[in-house]
């Protein structure tokens, strides 16, 4: 979505232009059949003014027609009607070719442009890290991918094409305008200077309507997006009136937007009509005194085709100088998104693989965190202060075994869900070492590390596609059978038989119509099918299923833990009392360690949250 702070204040810049030009390298031969066929038809367009007056003065002037009454004359001037007549219209012929091989090609061309954008915007952000997204919202991501991405396509298609014609044309028209007639061509000229600061100043007041119109579209469209995300709340509260008093106030501030883009738009057609018609009437007075046999500035010469031609050169003109000034304000809008299109795909990849990345060979489970000390500030380095409040882990120091499973418990904020994002790398340490059988993480490739570690999230993702490639997230390697096995496990099989289409049952939206604990669990048969053999990390992964539920997960658990190294994070403390041993943390610092009876026995920090969750009397900290 596009953010108020991110308005374009430069009309113009090269280094972006050339970035956008880049795009077209791989199809030259495309562009420069676009560029020809586009050159073609503007050449056509001087060409039917001289045809026009040289039918005039040779066939239809009046000095032509004064005494030619003899037959062979009228069938010489028929002739040269009828050689001016097939002219134009194989011109107006040609011109129809032309302009549908431009038009299609240049908009080929476009959308080949955009495909490669696209790709490459979606394929950084594929190979971006976490935190990235942490700081940029998704309505953000995606209007780079689609809208920002639309009004370059906007400018290569139009924009484009219209500076190519409109340059040529006012470059071939005050050309030909001078050499049919100078003077004449000074006197329509006489009006460029007053259009030029005309257009600079209409330019101005349309390109900061145009800023304003972004911020405001902006704002309604957060707005939108926080009540339709949000409907559940809305209505469960009953804010439906007061929401739609605030959005009424931010769309009437769109229209307002809208509408002084409108009037300034409105004020500038009739503004260079005008200026237009100044030019043409002064050609009419110069040039017919001058034809009466009047002296003055205009010389005698002037024939009636030449006030005709140059009638019509002075309307032509003045519509491709117009047409430049529109093309500026696509310009801008293009290079407000070019910047923002460029911003992402310049953005550095701090999570990358080495290149001699090392792949796990037998993988056995150990995983050892080394005086961690981290922070998702990315301005926090190493030499940040201890006591700096940013950190988030304080020199964590925990070494599992393999096979041994696991608890992190502690109140929220106090680091957990972090260690679990380190051994899986999504993030990288300030300080201390994250490390895998021995070796650290950022040493290994990534890929190789995260295809070992199985990851059950509280917050579960499904994808639009059936309850299988939900499950299979579209491997053709994973079996049906091995599927089925996993959902067995976590007691999930049933209810996906009890469905219309059983594993071919579509999901829809975010799997709307599944309840958070069915979701849960599909993510845990998920992370199993996947990863049936190495280390399993859960976050949360019971903490919004019911007790009947959860008892299918324990049991699931009590098989599929066995001989792994688990990581277990959960607010229930009863679905981790039979780890190995629970780690408890406190503000990035872990303060206990033993196992569940171990732990009780110590009358700490565990036993107050253990006497907290289950309400008793002597809870008190």
Known sequence: MTQPDEAFQKEFDAGLTRRIFGYLRPYLGLAGLALLTTLIFSVAQPIYGLIQAYAIDHALGPNVLKGTTSLATREGLFQILLTA??????????????????????????????????????????????????????????????????????????????????????????????????????????????????????????????????????????????????????????????NSVDFDRSNRLLLGANLRSVSWFALFQPSVSILGSIASALVLWFAGRAILGEQGFVTAGITLGTLVAFNSFVGQLFQPIQDLADVLNNLQAAMASSERIFGVLDTPVTI?????????GSFEGRVDLENIWFAYDDTVTAETPDSDDRWTLRGID??????????????????????????????????????????????????????????????????????????????????????????????????????????????????ATLSTGQKQLLAFARALIQNPDILLVLDEATASVDTETEMHIQDALAKVMHGRTSIIIAHRLSTIEHCDR????????????????????????????????????????
């Open 85 to 242: 007549g097939l002219s134009y219209l194989g011109l107006k012929v040609l011109d129809f070719l032309m302009r549908y091989a431009s038009t299609y090609t240049v908009n080929y061309l476009g959308q080949k442009v955009l495909f490669d954008i696209r790709a490459d915007i979606f394929t950084k952000l594929q190979r971006l890290q976490l935190s990235y997204f942490d700081a940029n919202p998704v309505g953000r991501l995606i209007t780079r991918v689609t809208s920002d991405v639309d009004a370059i396509n906007q400018f290569i298609t139009a924009g484009l094409v219209s500076l190519i014609t409109s340059s040529f044309l006012i470059i071939a028209y005050v050309v030909i305008m001078i050499n049919r007639s100078w003077q004449l061509a000074l006197i329509s000229f006489i009006v460029l200077p007053v259009l030029y600061f005309v257009t600079n100043f209409f330019r101005g007041k349309i390109r900061a309507s145009f800023r304003n119109t972004r911020i405001q579209q902006a704002i309604v469209n957060t707005k939108l997006n926080e009540n339709i995300t949000g409907m559940l709340t809305v209505q469960l509260f009953g804010r439906q009136n007061r």
């Open 352 to 360: 990358t693989d080495k290149p001699d990345a090392k792949r796990l």
């Open 398 to 511: 925990i070494h599992i075994a393999p096979g041994e499973s696991v608890a992190l418990v502690g109140a929220t904020g106090a680091g957990k869900t972090s260690i679990t994002s380190l051994v899986s790398r999504f993030y990288d340490v300030q300080r201390g070492a994250v490390k895998v059988d021995g070796n650290d993480v950022k040493d290994l490739a990534q890929h190789d590390l995260r295809r070992h570690i199985g990851v059950v999230l509280q917050d579960v993702f499904l994808f639009a596609g059936t309850i299988e490639s939900n499950l299979t997230l579209g491997s053709a390697e994973i079996s049906h059978d091995r599927v089925v096995q996993a959902c067995k496990y976590v007691g999930v099989h049933e209810f996906i038989l009890g469905l219309q289409n059983g594993y071919d049952t579509e999901v829809r939206e975010r799997g």
């Open 582 to 621: 629970i780690i408890v943390m406190r503000r990035g610092k872990v303060v206990e360690e033993g196992s569940h009876r171990s732990l009780l026995a110590q009358n700490g920090y565990y036993a107050r949250l253990h006497a907290l969750q289950y309400a008793q009397p002597d809870a008190a900290d």
